[in-house]
């Protein structure tokens, strides 16, 4: 009987999935799982100027921080190797449009669980909390918190939460909107603009270029939960994800990914750590 059994599984993961994978076989059918499986690789939308979140190291063109390090998690659940992925560039505005293209598998790029977002894409629960927090320069003596941006220069990118917010809480702020974070940079060393303000994870690794002429104000104003963006309705692969977020939780693999990436930062684990 054993024997089988044996030879029955043999069979069903031959049929099914060519058993490339570690977990061959295992998923059904006409599934993404299955699919990236069979693909061997795994599309993975990621910012690429995110210094310890989702960056592109000039040096190197590897793709390294906290968002890149989960994809790689994933991408060795799915196809059985971390090298069984591929990044692909995606800006802020881009993600909806990208999952509903088929541009990319997922969506793993600072992407805040929104009524509106979840309107065109479907989402995992959170695996990461970043907070709204604003960049100064080191010298700058007037921005202190939030309702001093009223009436100053702040910049912001397109297709985010971060400026509605800016836009709602205030309403007298001059808002640079520009395509990527990273691109106000420049504006905020030139004194075009008088601060950067989006999720801290993002202006940590902006400071972590610049620590010298930079400073994060530090008083955080409205929680950004990230979770991994899929194909709208695609609810087995939501599920599938979820489970893999909820292992990474319990088995130390989601504290190593924070500290070995964002963690360098003094970000906080406890505040950005989902509790399951
Ligand atoms: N997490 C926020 C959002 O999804 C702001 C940062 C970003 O645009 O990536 O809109």
Redesign the pocket.
């Known amino acids: 009987m054993r024997l089988v059994r044996a030879v029955l599984a043999v069979v069903a993961c031959l049929a099914v999935t060519g058993c490339g994978a570690a977990d061959a076989g295992a998923f059904p059918e006409g599934t993404a799982m299955a699919r990236i499986q069979q693909r061997g690789v795994l599309t993975v939308g990621i ?1 690429f100027d995110h210094p310890l979140f989702g960056f592109k190291d000039p040096a190197t063109g590897r793709i390294t921080g906290f968002d890149a390090e989960i994809a790689r998690l994933v991408a060795k659940d799915l196809t059985g190797s971390e090298r069984g992925i591929r990044f692909v560039e995606t800006r ?1 505005r881009q993600r909806e449009d990208f999952l509903a293209r088929g541009v990319v598998d997922i969506v793993l ?4 669980i929104t009524p509106e977002r979840r309107r065109r894409v479907s989402f995992t629960e959170p695996y990461y909390y ?1 907070d709204q927090d604003i960049l100064v320069r080191a010298d700058n003596k007037a921005i202190d918190e939030m309702t001093d941006l009223n009436g100053k220069r702040v910049c912001t ?1 397109t ?4 400026g509605d917010r800016l836009r709602h809480l205030v309403p007298k702020a001059k808002l640079t909107i520009v395509d990527i ?1 990273s691109d106000c940079l420049p504006a905020l060393q030139s004194r075009a603009i008088d601060a950067i303000s ?2 801290d994870p ?1 202006l940590r690794g902006l400071l972590s270029q610049h620590p010298d002429r930079l400073k994060l104000v530090g008083k955080p104003f409205g929680s ?1 939960p ?1 979770g991994i963006g899929v194909r709208r309705g695609d609810t087995a692969f939501v599920a599938h994800l979820n489970a893999l977020i909820s292992r990474f939780l319990r088995d130390g693999q989601w504290d190593s990914v924070f500290m070995n990436t964002i963690g360098a930062s003094g970000a906080v684990a406890d505040r950005a750590r989902p509790r399951r």
């Open positions: 910012k802020p790029a600072t992407y805040s970043a990118a297709g985010s939460t971060s974070y989006t999720d993002i950004e990230y």
